[in-house]
């Protein structure tokens, strides 16, 4: 069974940092690319980002970039997001998700909040 | 970027009504166009990928269409269990862009 589960969301101060997890089991994450997606309260769905099988490329939505890096370490199973420079928009329920690179994304974590507020 | 524009952004129909919830991309994305339901305080889950084609597990009622530019995703026999947020997303390319939902309730 494919799960993904996201952690590290909390409550950050205006300027703070806060590095995301997403741990995945039940396919073979090295072989696979994965993006993250947010959702701000009472808004629709925004991709953030997407890292590539070994990690060598990179993409980013353009409210995010050059503050937030993407990574994975295939070993862990495991995809990160770092996020810096965190403000209020930035609030909102982030998501990871199996994406086949050229397909859907076909199996989303249940998410994890991050609340910008000082 | 290509741009997803879907309409209406929310409706209200009866259960047993069909619904039709369309989607335009601003430029051609061949089929590369998935929709997916969301219910409230849920993650999104996968209804339809390569514009038409049903992701197991789904009912027959939910139905896709459309190539290139304008794509319709149907509710053919509105269930009460339907009542979500309803987004398209271009996988053409990156950025993955989505469109802005659509809020379907029941009348």
């Known amino acids: 069974e494919v799960q993904l589960v996201e952690s590290g969301g909390g409550l950050v101060q205006p300027g703070g940092s806060l590095r995301l997890s997403c741990a995945a089991s039940?396919?073979?994450?090295?072989?696979?690319?994965m993006s993250w997606v947010r959702q701000a309260p009472g808004k629709g769905l925004e991709w953030v980002s997407i890292?590539?099988?070994?990690?060598?490329?990179?993409y980013y939505a353009d409210s995010v970039k050059g503050r937030f890096t993407i990574s994975r370490d295939n070993s862990k199973n495991t995809v990160y997001l770092q996020m810096t420079s965190l403000t209020a928009e930035d609030t909102a329920v982030y998501y990871c998700?199996?994406?086949?690179?050229?397909?859907?994304?076909?199996?989303w974590g249940q998410g994890t909040p991050v609340t910008v507020s000082s | 970027d290509i741009q997803m524009t879907q309409s209406p952004s929310s409706l209200s129909a009866s259960v047993g009504d069909r619904v039709t919830i369309t989607c335009r991309a601003s430029q051609d994305i061949s089929n590369h166009l998935a929709w997916y339901q969301q219910k409230p305080g849920k993650a999104p889950n996968l209804l339809i990928h390569a514009a038409s084609t049903l992701q197991s597990g789904v009912p027959s009622r939910f139905s896709g269409s459309g190539s290139e530019t304008d794509f319709t995703l149907t509710i053919s026999g509105l269930q009460p269990e339907d009542v979500a947020s309803y987004y398209c997303q271009n996988y053409n390319s990156v950025p993955r862009t989505f469109g802005q939902g659509t809020k379907v309730e029941i009348k």
């Open positions: 890292i590539s099988s070994r990690g060598d490329t990179t």
């Open positions: 039940g396919f073979t994450f090295s072989s696979l690319a």
């Open positions: 998700a199996k994406d086949h690179w050229t397909g859907p994304f076909d199996y």
